[in-house]
């Protein structure tokens, strides 16, 4: 059966079109593998040919919100140094910076959240659902329905992006690397805030960064 998250996923992996990813899901039969082939034998799967290619030229980009409460460092990746002159590429690292400023991501991907702390929240989240008074065994479910909710919260590339909630950053990643021609990662970013710290656990980060500058 091909579901509105299967169709969802193909496109944020692909860039393709959503129509074009529900007729390669329904001629692959649900596979996701197969889908993606059949869109590349289309020519339709341009970020997917992309992603696997190393991305080792990029930006470290600063964006300090108005008033000096919040600065963001944020490092992105992209191929080649030419591509990484590219305004459009520009305009994609100063939006991610301002995502992470707004929304206060606290890790890049889901890959990224450590065991303890996903087990943590688990936990949490079952006791929540107990406590609602639901059967036990639907609770499970409930906590996976909410630990996906949790990643869409904590995970900057599952975030709904601040300029157009429809898409999520790995949306609008993955439609930047169909138009530039080039794979793009968004390797890492601390966020400080004033009164509080640093907020993202990417310390190590800003310490490179310091040295770099004579801090």
Known sequence: MVTAELVK???????????????????????????IEVLREKGLAAAAK????????GLVEAYIHGDGRIGVLVEVNIET???????????FVKDVAMQIAAAKPEYVRR??????????EKEILKAQALN??????????MVEGRIDKYYKEVCLLEQPWIKDNDKTIQQLMTEKIATIGENINIRRFVRFERG???EKKQ?????EVMKQIGG
């Open 9 to 35: 996923q193909l496109r944020e992996r692909t860039g393709a079109g959503m129509m074009d990813c529900k007729k390669a899901l329904t001629e692959a039969n649900g596979d996701m593998e197969k889908a």
């Open 196 to 198: 509080e710290g640093i």
């Open 111 to 120: 890959e990224e959240v450590p065991t303890a702390t996903l087990e943590k």
């Open 81 to 91: 140094d030419f591509a990484a002159k590219n305004e459009e590429f520009k305009a």
């Open 132 to 141: 609602e008074g639901k059967p036990e065994k639907i609770v499970e479910k």
């Open 50 to 57: 992309k992603s696997g290619r190393i991305a080792a030229e």
């Open 203 to 207: 310390e190590n980060f800003a310490d």
